[in-house]
């Protein structure tokens, strides 16, 4: 079977605020002291950003996922409303910026003389981007059509900004700018679902751009494939897989990276290698580790030296158990030891840990974690278009799945009902802070940021929610 879901569907409304023009730094100062959803402030009125969610997550184990698809048989994906058991108290929009997680390679990036180094740590940041989705099995909202997700980390020297620019197909769109010009890096998203029978291949279309102002410097690249495994019947498990060409168009350097497959054994993974090349297409380092884990940078000559010296030993002498992976399940394979470090390699970038309740709050990290915080005074800059504002997000984080349940239900249909006036009326969809354009690096179709979001003129915002 490889019928395809369209990842998205519904539409939303909330009266614009005209306080708008009070600024976003303004929002985030207040007295201190404890808040009902669990995020703090500290004594001298800065704000500190939550550890926890308001609620832990659903526990499926008493929902029969293939009780409900058996049910679906037959039936077109794309317009299937899927329970919301299946998700978490995300927008796709958000799940987007976590991609801004590890932002320090790129301000790293910027202060390097030499483009192979930075190379090197473009392509850390492009493997540390996926990261956040290891044990990651729920489902994020789909965006609704208008859409919107801001983020304002000052601490990091970034904001961003997303918006659902397309239903069908559905296509997200984002746009992050260095808060000191250094950089600037956007693109656009069209997941295409596949349904395997026991796992679901996400093919995720659009191409990552990344600018680096000071140095004059473009680089492209596409994610590459993610498979969540039994969707029917087991435990569920993530692979990343596929080639991840990353492209410096100024000075023609390349950077390509293999996300392995786990294969029959489990051996490879959540594994990564490959090589930096420059021009004349000479390997000047090569790269291995784990997307999970961590990435190193070696060498080729040490990279080669030590896998002869490893080959003469006998390599790897340890036999790798097969998996019991029967009909009715894809056993995940045992995850092999951490990454070995070649002697003189340097290490790129590493993992941060996850709090210890992670499991307990659909497997987020300490960053995902503050994505959908509200922090008090938002709402008065906030677009009014903002993911933080769905209603049916709001419910499930805060652990009322029936009224997330009945939320989503009305806002799709409210999406729906929207589509048909239009088309009624005969009236297209107008996006408003992206239009389509040609990528000038690739020359592909892409979604163009127009700016002036952050002047905060959210007067003509349409209604959502």
Not at 122 to 134: R, T
Not at 423 to 446: I, L, V
Not at 457 to 463: A, I, L, M, Y
Request: aromatic share 10%; with cysteine.
């Amino acid at each position: 079977m490889n019928s395809e879901e369209e990842f998205y569907d519904a539409e939303t409304g909330l009266e614009s605020d005209d306080s708008c023009e009070v600024s976003f730094k303004d929002a985030l100062v207040y007295e201190g002291k404890q808040t009902s959803n669990g995020s703090a402030h500290s004594e001298n009125g800065v704000w500190e950003r939550r550890t926890t969610l308001p609620a832990p997550m659903f526990a499926r184990n008493n929902f029969s996922v293939w009780g409900f698809l058996k049910k679906c048989i037959g039936m077109e994906l794309s317009k299937i409303t899927m329970p919301i058991l299946f998700n978490e108290p995300l927008s796709f929009l958000q799940r987007i910026s976590e991609y801004m997680e590890h932002t320090y390679l790129i301000h790293k990036a910027c202060t390097l003389s030499d483009s192979i180094d930075r190379m090197q740590l473009v392509a850390a940041f492009a493997v540390s981007a996926v990261a956040s989705q290891w044990d990651r099995t729920g489902k994020p909202f789909n965006p609704l059509l208008g859409e919107t997700y801001e983020l304002v980390r000052e601490d990091e020297g970034y904001r961003l900004i997303s918006e659902q620019v397309s239903h069908h197909p559905p296509i997200s769109a984002f746009h992050a700018q260095s808060l000191n010009q250094d950089f600037e890096f956007h693109g656009s998203i069209y997941p295409k679902l596949k349904f395997w029978g026991k796992s679901v291949e996400a093919e995720p279309k659009g191409t990552m751009t990344l600018e680096l102002l000071k140095h004059r410097e473009v680089y492209t690249w596409t994610n590459p494939f993610c498979c969540v495994h039994n969707v029917i019947l087991g435990k569920l498990w993530i692979e990343q897989y596929g080639t991840v060409e990353i492209v410096n168009h100024s000075t023609g350097d390349k950077c390509i990276l293999n996300f392995k497959p786990c294969g029959m054994f489990g051996k490879e993974l959540h594994k990564v290698e490959g090589h930096i090349q420059d021009k004349s297409k000479k390997k000047r380092r090569i790269l291995y580790g784990k997307w999970t884990e961590c990435l190193y940078c070696v060498e080729p000559k040490v990279y080669e030296a030590n896998k002869k010296a490893e080959k003469k030993s006998g390599g790897d002498s340890k036999k790798h158990k097969q998996s019991a992976a029967g009909d009715d399940a894809d056993e995940m394979p045992e995850v092999q030891e951490t990454v070995t470090m070649i002697p003189g390699s340097t290490l790129l970038w590493r993992i941060t840990p996850r709090p210890a309740h992670s499991a307990q709050m659909y497997n987020f990290t300490n960053f995902t974690m503050s994505l959908n915080e509200l922090e008090p005074g938002m709402e008065k800059v906030l677009a009014p278009t903002d993911c933080r504002l769905r209603p049916d997000i709001r419910a499930m984080e805060n652990g009322d799945i029936d009224a997330a349940s009945t939320e989503k239900d009305r806002l799709e249909e409210k999406q729906r009902a929207s589509r048909r006036e239009r088309a009624k009326d005969e009236e297209d969809w107008s996006n408003r802070w992206f239009h389509q354009g040609t990528n000038p690096h690739t020359g592909a179709q892409d979604w163009i940021y127009v700016g002036g979001y952050f002047d905060r003129k959210f007067t003509d915002c349409p209604n959502i929610y």
